[in-house]
């Protein structure tokens, strides 16, 4: 899961970031308010946290602004500014939670986790699709035999994504937009190679290959 | 205390009694030496008419031509009278003195004389004798007028003026309090509009009344401006002292959340962050709230579904059934922050706890009555009072949970009303109410 962290205190931002990528994301990180609603716009992130006091343009404009422009990707506002009167304009404005300042990272992520389920229609906080069970805070994998298997960073949320989006067809470009952080070397080998390992992790059968086209995560095996 | 009214109507009275004082003085003094005069001129002519008629028969008698004098001398006691009295001793007097004879004094030959004296009956006459040489003979002819009738005319023409004055007085004295008392309706007005801004009803005075107050309400609309520029520069000023403070501890709370350290000064440390957090939500919070009649005011049929919308929206996942009542349509004289910061806070704990059921309800009487109700496990009777003393512990395990308590409590505090709380008899949970005096009444 690929997330856009948008915030303008430089030692927080880097706090929160290291935060989330220890919690299996990814993270791509911007720190005013033009950055953001380019990469709102144009990248594919599965959920996006965004200050509103920001430098450039105001939170709540870029907020409008990627809504507009339809993006629907979840955003948690993540904010100081936390009066109701504030709250009520930043949901108004579409935004799909709303979290104040300060607060406790498992508060974060708890919240986090409910906007993913529901933007992917999950209603169970397990991850069970196929037997497997992934365990998001251990970052592993429980067979169907019941063996865990441990996962490095990148083979977990590879897989999550793909278990958060079973049978349909992903195409390595589009795994690759929500599984490596902006900055990352996207050679389409690479991730070949981390499909192939995590095939030899979990079993063949799980991981569809349709040619030309991409993958495919099977709900049954 | 100094009526300006009092004041300006007793100066006007005095001064006009003053002026008008003078007036009838002036006036009646005019009329009597007019009406003096007027005599006199009569006197003197019947005087000439009278000396045309005294001729001195061929003995050296005098003697007065009967046929050439007045009627009016010839009728008894008629206040007309004249005596033609001889330097010899020998006296002619009209018939209309009778037996009765007038002092007259000596007057020598071209000299003339005007008195006032006494006649027939105690009549007031008014006199003019005059010495002449005539036929070789010297006498003195006096002419006499009664002056009653005249005198009654002038005590007639004195009431007159005496009551059209009086009246003039009065009337322009009403006149005077009416116009000055419609001058101050102005400066009522004015003052109902600066009772509609205190209730929150509207921001500044429109009226701008008569020229002469004009600069008054342009001072209070300068002053309203400024009161209001105050507020939203200090809650700007809070809003960002409050976002500035808690970057760098979120940053805190972040770092101690994954320090190595033993338990125990963990929670020290943590119990140290969390009372500064409290602080700041608290008393930065506190110093924002505007307080009754201040900012803009509150519509709950506007607000109140964007805020439950809001909710909705937070809690989606647990597809909570969030309701409200039937809303008052009417504006209420409450800051709408303020109130969106009672309510939200009221709805928002009361959602954490709620299985499923939120409920809230407006209603509007004498005072603006809130509760809020839900279908959660609700609160021990004993336990209330804690729900809202500061920093009360029954938060520890949902963050927040308290803290928004103490917020409420700090506004229905500021705004002068009581809090209740009990059993919701019809969702089972804890029931929240609130009692808001309105300040005014509005419709």
């Known amino acids: 899961m690929r997330l856009l962290l948008v915030e303008d205190d430089a030692q927080l931002a880097a706090g929160i970031a290291a935060d989330l990528r220890h919690a299996g994301f990814a993270v791509d990180h911007a720190e005013n308010g033009i950055d953001a609603e380019y990469l709102g716009r144009e990248q594919l992130y599965d959920a996006m946290i965004l200050d509103l006091g920001l430098p450039g343009r105001p939170g709540l404009d870029v907020l409008k602004s990627w809504r507009s422009n339809g993006v629907l990707t979840p955003v948690l506002i993540l904010t100081a500014r936390d009066s109701w009167t504030e709250r009520v304009v930043g949901l108004k404005s579409g935004a799909d ?82 599984v490596y952080e902006g900055d990352h070397d996207r050679d389409s080998n690479v991730l070949e190679v981390y499909v192939r390992r995590l095939r030899d992790k979990i079993g063949r059968q799980h991981i569809e290959t349709r040619r030309g086209q991409g993958y495919l995560f099977r709900s049954r095996c | 205390m100094i009526s300006l009214e009092r ?52 003995r050296g008698e005098g003697r007065l031509g009967e046929g050439r004098v007045s009627p009016i001398y010839r009728q008894p006691l008629s206040g007309h009278y004249f005596a033609v009295n001889f330097s010899d001793g020998g006296q002619i007097r009209s018939r209309s003195l009778w037996d009765e004879t007038l002092e007259i004094p000596a007057v020598a030959v071209g000299e003339v004389r005007t008195f006032t004296g006494r006649g027939p009956g105690e009549q007031h006459l008014q006199l003019r004798t005059a010495g002449y040489r005539k036929g070789g003979r010297k006498f003195s002819l006096t002419v006499a007028e009664d002056m009653a009738p005249m005198a009654a005319d002038i005590h007639r023409f004195q009431l007159l003026a005496l009551g059209l004055l009086a009246f003039a007085l009065l009337a322009i004295v009403l006149i005077q309090r009416y116009v000055l008392r419609r001058g101050f309706r102005a400066l009522d007005e004015v003052r109902d509009q600066v009772r509609l801004v205190s209730a929150g009803q509207m921001q500044q005075i429109n009226e701008p009344g ?73 008393e930065l919070k506190r110093a924002r709230f505007a307080g009754e009649g201040q900012g803009r005011y509150f519509v709950p049929r506007e607000q109140i579904p964007d805020l439950l919308e809001a909710l909705r929206q937070m809690y989606r996942g647990r597809g909570l059934d969030i309701s409200c009542g039937d809303l008052p349509e009417a504006v209420l004289p409450f800051d709408g922050e303020d109130m969106l910061e009672l309510l939200g806070n009221l709805l928002d704990n009361a959602c954490k706890w709620a299985r499923q059921r939120v409920e809230l309800r407006i209603s509007r009487d004498e005072a603006v009555l809130i509760t809020v109700s839900d279908d959660g496990p609700g609160v021990a009777e004993s336990d209330w009072d804690l729900l809202l003393r500061r920093g009360g512990r029954l938060d520890e395990q949902e963050a927040g949970h308290g803290l928004g308590l103490g917020i409420v409590r700090d506004l229905v505090s500021d705004y002068g009303g009581t809090i209740e709380f009990a059993r919701s008899s019809s969702l089972g949970g804890l029931q929240v109410s609130l009692m808001l005096p309105s300040p005014h009444r509005t419709g």
């Open chain 1, 97 to 178: 939670d709303y979290l104040g300042k300060p607060f406790h990272f498992e508060e974060l992520s708890a919240r986090l986790d409910a906007l993913l389920r529901r933007s992917t229609g999950r209603a169970t906080p397990e991850l069970v699709v196929a037997g497997l069970l992934l365990n998001e805070e251990r970052q592993r994998v429980r067979l169907a035999d019941g063996t865990e298997v441990e996962l490095t960073g990148t083979e977990f949320r590879l897989l999550r994504y793909l278990m958060s989006h079973p049978d349909r067809v992903l195409s390595k470009s589009h795994l690759t937009d929500h």
């Open chain 2, 7 to 58: 004041h300006f109507v007793s100066g006007l009275a005095v001064t006009l009694l003053a002026v008008f004082a003078v007036l009838f003085w002036g006036s009646v003094t005019a009329v009597r030496s007019l009406s003096e005069a007027y005599v006199l001129a009569r006197l003197e002519h019947d005087a000439e008419a009278l000396l045309a008629a005294v001729w001195v028969n061929p």
């Open chain 2, 210 to 282: 008569p020229l002469e107050i004009r600069p008054l309400t342009a001072e209070v609309n300068r002053l309203l401006k400024q009161v209001q520029q105050r507020l939203q520069r200090s809650r700007l000023a809070v809003g960002n002292l409050a976002h500035a403070l808690k970057a760098p501890l979120s940053l805190m709370t972040r770092d101690l959340d994954s320090a190595q350290m033993p338990g125990t000064e963990r929670e020290r440390l943590a119990g140290q962050l969390n009372r500064i957090r409290v602080l700041i939500e608290r």
